[in-house]
């Protein structure tokens, strides 16, 4: 009985064939998650890459080339198949993963605030107990989509009229006018602040005229001088002994 025997170039070629499939290099890898969307720039996510075995089974010791398609919108840093991902500017991007002779491609969308509406003038009323005003801001994206749950800052030129806060109100400290600002990552608008007192006289401190010191020190010294002219009259009047 005869035996057929592989020339040594079928036999190396078979053997190329089948290491994929019992061992070899990643036949595929996953990503997770497959899709990334960031708000604002500093934002960050985790990436985690499984290479795997056409047959399914993970190889944990096949590492990934982690690479951006655009640093501009989002930069990666990575450990092994542990990547992540940090929003740098608005717009696309796709980030890739190569083990071996396969790459696994997952997509970044980065959108920053671009613009904040909120009321062009607004009136303050400063009561006997202190109070904060909200304001009806609002903060849109760079593709003018309406975005929600962010800090909302504001601040006032003159802190004798009014402050702000982080938490989009403004707190009225003194009669007067001034301008705010409202402000969403980095983006902002102003408005005009009027603010009145309606405090009580209780509350209300006393308004020091023009020149109320020099007054002051002027009465101070007629009366000085009025009681001591009046020590020397008396000094002049009593009885010599």
């Known amino acids: 009985m005869s035996t057929a025997r592989l020339a040594p170039t079928s036999l190396a070629v ?8 019992c061992g070899g290099g990643p036949a595929l890898v996953e990503l997770a998650p497959t899709s990334v969307q960031l708000f604002g720039r500093g934002q960050r996510a985790e990436v985690h890459a499984t290479p795997r075995q056409r047959n399914g089974k993970p190889i944990p010791d096949a590492p990934c080339r982690w690479a951006s398609s655009d640093e501009k919108v989002v930069t990666v840093s990575a450990r092994h198949n542990d990547a992540t991902l940090t929003s740098t500017g608005p717009g696309a991007a ?3 993963c190569t083990a071996g002779q396969v790459t696994a491609t997952l997509q970044v969308a980065v959108r920053v605030v671009a613009r904040v509406e909120a009321p062009a003038t607004i009136k303050l009323t400063l009561t006997d107990e202190r109070a904060a005003t909200p304001l009806a801001a609002r903060a849109f994206d760079d593709q003018g989509a309406p975005v929600a749950g962010r800090l909302v800052y504001t ?16 707190w009225p400290t003194g009669p007067g006018k001034t301008s705010a600002t409202v402000e969403v990552e980095g983006t902002g608008t102003q408005l005009e602040v009027t603010v009145v007192d309606e405090r009580s006289e209780l509350t ?28 020397r009259k008396a000094a002049e009047g009593a009885p010599r002994r």
Do not use: H, N
Not at 155 to 170: I, M, T
Not at 205 to 227: F, H, S, W
């Open 155 to 170: 601040r006032c030129a003159d802190e004798s009229v009014c402050r702000g806060d982080s938490r989009g109100q403004l």
């Open 204 to 231: 209300r401190p006393k308004l020091m005229k023009r020149g109320y010191m020099e007054d002051l020190e002027r009465e101070v010294a007629r009366k000085q001088a009025a009681e001591a002219a009046a020590e």
């Open 14 to 21: 078979l053997l190329a064939m089948a290491l994929p499939a």
């Open 94 to 96: 796709s980030v890739t």
